[in-house]
């Protein structure tokens, strides 16, 4: 599963709580590849994903979180990710 998290340098918000989020995911996911994307460097692939605010997290490629969700909503979300995967 590949999880994407748009940030952008010197966002609060976005530097707050990413490492919970990356501990809750490698917890929940075996086979993660945990990209963090800065949008200024990527716009392009931001706004063909829809990102218009941030941070902003994507899921094999599709825009699931517009902001920063709880680590719970999070894991939640993971789980449900791998179930639709099969």
Do not use: H
Not at 18 to 46: F, M
Not at 48 to 67: H, K, Q, R, Y
Not at 68 to 82: G, N
């Amino acid at each position: 599963m590949k999880v994407e998290i748009f940030y952008s340098a010197g966002c609060t918000q976005c530097a707050g709580g990413l490492e919970n989020l990356k501990t809750a995911a490698r917890q929940a996911v075996d086979n993660l590849e945990w990209r963090e994307i800065n949008v200024l460097e990527e716009i392009d692939y931001a706004v063909e994903l829809g990102v218009l605010t941030l941070p902003a997290i994507a899921l094999d490629g599709e825009l699931v979180f517009a902001s920063l969700p709880s680590v719970r909503q999070f894991r939640d979300r993971l789980i449900r990710q791998m179930a639709k995967q099969g």
